[in-house]
């Protein structure tokens, strides 16, 4: 695994890390001797993934939050900052969508929350985090898009699709304001991922077809991501600002 020694003792904040790709950036960024926030609405596994990276020796806690909601955003983000003295990474990972579904079906309630879920609470995280990362020494935010938001195909929704388009956008805004103070602003886009979730919603079938689609042949795991935002995140990666990083095995150029 490339390793970052610049990421030691640095606070990193990521959202959705319960579970799937955020659970695994949380180990990954853990066993750079990242100090990490796990902020996420599921306690139950959030505490699981915050114990199991402390009984290998690094450094998490879970910050139980609604990321729709700004109270308890503002809540997080105080006492993230309290107990480890300032953030210098957000990762925004949380996100998702329920069904497949066209515009002319989908319930307006529908839209709004995966509207809310997807782009409101990347609003809301960074515009809270930003005094802290204008701290830092060296501030990252790492918006998860996906390739969803990237192009149009049928295994999708569309309110998912517009809001990670947005997501895409709003780092490029975020990336042109917070330049000047040293933070950069970038985002990586997933294909489908064998994450637990999806491996038990989807078929062998399924994943077969799915990866006979993909030039690499295979879908993407949670690693692939983390290794990305990793980089992202590391000195290595410091003149690297508001650009999508497709992470999806060349997918997104068929
Ligand atoms: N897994 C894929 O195939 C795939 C493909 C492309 C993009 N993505 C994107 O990658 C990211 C992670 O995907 P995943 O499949 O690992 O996710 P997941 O569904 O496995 O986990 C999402 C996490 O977000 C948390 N969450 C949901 N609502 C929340 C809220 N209101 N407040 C706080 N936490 C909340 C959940 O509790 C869960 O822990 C998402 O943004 C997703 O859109 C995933």
């Known amino acids: 695994m490339a390793s970052y020694p610049e990421l030691k003792d640095r606070v990193a904040l990521i959202t959705g890390a319960a579970q799937g790709i955020g659970a695994e950036t949380a180990r990954l960024f853990a066993q750079q001797g990242c100090k990490v926030a796990i902020v996420d609405i599921d306690a139950d596994n959030g505490k699981k993934v915050a114990d199991a990276i402390g009984q290998t020796g690094g450094t998490a806690r879970l910050f139980k939050t609604d990321i729709t909601d700004a109270a308890s955003v ?58 802290h990362l204008k701290k830092s020494k060296a501030g990252r935010i790492i918006n998860v898009s996906s390739i969803s938001g990237r192009t149009v195909h049928a295994a999708s929704s569309p ?15 975020l990336a042109f304001q917070l330049g000047p103070d040293n933070i950069t602003a970038n985002a990586v886009a997933p294909i489908t991922t064998l994450t637990a979730r999806v491996a038990a919603l989807r078929s062998e079938a399924d994943i077969e077809r799915i990866a006979s689609q993909v030039p690499l042949r295979r879908l993407a795991v949670p690693e692939d991501h983390a290794q990305a935002m990793l980089f992202l995140a590391s000195d290595a990666a410091a003149y690297i600002n508001g650009v999508v990083l497709d992470v999806n095995g060349g997918r997104v150029m068929m």
């Open 74 to 131: 503002e809540q997080c983000i105080a006492g993230i900052a309290q107990a480890f003295g300032g953030i210098d990474i957000v990762i925004n990972c949380a996100g998702g969508y329920g069904r497949l579904a066209t515009v002319e079906d989908m319930p307006i309630d529908e839209w709004d929350r995966t509207v809310t879920l997807n782009l409101r609470s990347v609003f809301l995280i960074c515009k809270m985090a930003i005094p």
């Open 159 to 173: 309110a998912y699709g517009a809001a990670k388009a947005g997501v895409t956008q709003l780092t490029r805004f």
